[in-house]
T-cell receptor
């Protein structure tokens, strides 16, 4: 967990508000992933960055979701406007694009939209 | 959609017993990984097995892979209460993007 810092750990917001989740990965890993975890749908891959460039965002559920990676040490996932069904735990993970290596996960952000 | 599916969804055993969890997947893979998740925490990598390997060991963990059946199993021997967690298999059918199964919730009773 120590290699990926996510903030905030918990977020409670009202429906319609904008939510920004943050991820600060350690250096040396050129792939970054955002996952969403719910009881109903399990772990879903939302978006994948390689060398700060979005490679696959087919998992992003709707246009309300957007993600950026302005540099190798920072990424954000934004939901605007948020809805109750967006309530979930959102994880950021890193690995190496060479493949065949493990992924390191942050501790996640638990989002509750009321 | 999930690439891997774990079986059983939940498993309860006594401390000292062995725990076996199975994973099935749908498409060809380069490797398969197992992760552990404690309640309220992120996932932690346990072991990786490549598509050309059939078995791998790490401490009390033993992983098997049968690519002809598109299945893998994770065996935890001599379980401990501290092994209580959810266990997930993950495959990298799409480059290094991992697709996770639904997980097995393991409870080890002291």
């Amino acid at each position: 967990d120590a290699g990926v810092i996510q903030s905030p750990r918990h977020e409670v917001t009202e429906m319609g508000q904008e939510v920004t989740l943050r991820c600060k990965p350690i250096s040396g890993h050129n792939s970054l992933f955002w996952y969403r975890q719910t009881m109903m749908r399990g772990l879903e891959l939302l978006i994948y960055f390689n060398n700060n460039v979005p490679i696959d965002d087919s998992g992003m559920p709707e246009d309300r979701f957007s993600a950026k990676m302005p540099n190798a040490s920072f990424s954000t996932l934004k939901i605007q406007p948020s809805e109750p069904r967006d309530s979930a735990v959102y994880f950021c993970a890193i690995s190496d694009s060479a493949g065949g290596t493990e992924a390191f996960f942050g501790q996640g952000t638990r989002l509750t939209v009321v | 959609s999930q690439q891997g599916e774990e079986d059983p969804q939940a498993l309860s055993i006594q401390e000292g017993e062995n725990a076996t969890m199975n994973c099935s997947y749908k498409t060809s893979i380069n490797n398969l990984q197992w992760y552990r998740q404690n309640s309220g925490r992120g996932l932690v990598h346990l072991i990786l097995i490549r598509s050309n390997e059939r078995e791998k060991h790490s401490g009390r963990l033993r992983v098997t892979l049968d690519t002809s059946k598109k299945s893998s199993s994770l065996l935890i021997t001599a379980s401990r209460a501290a092994d209580t967690a959810s266990y997930f298999c993950a495959t990298d059918a799409r480059g290094n993007m991992l697709t996770f199964g639904g997980g097995t919730r393991l409870m080890v009773k002291p």
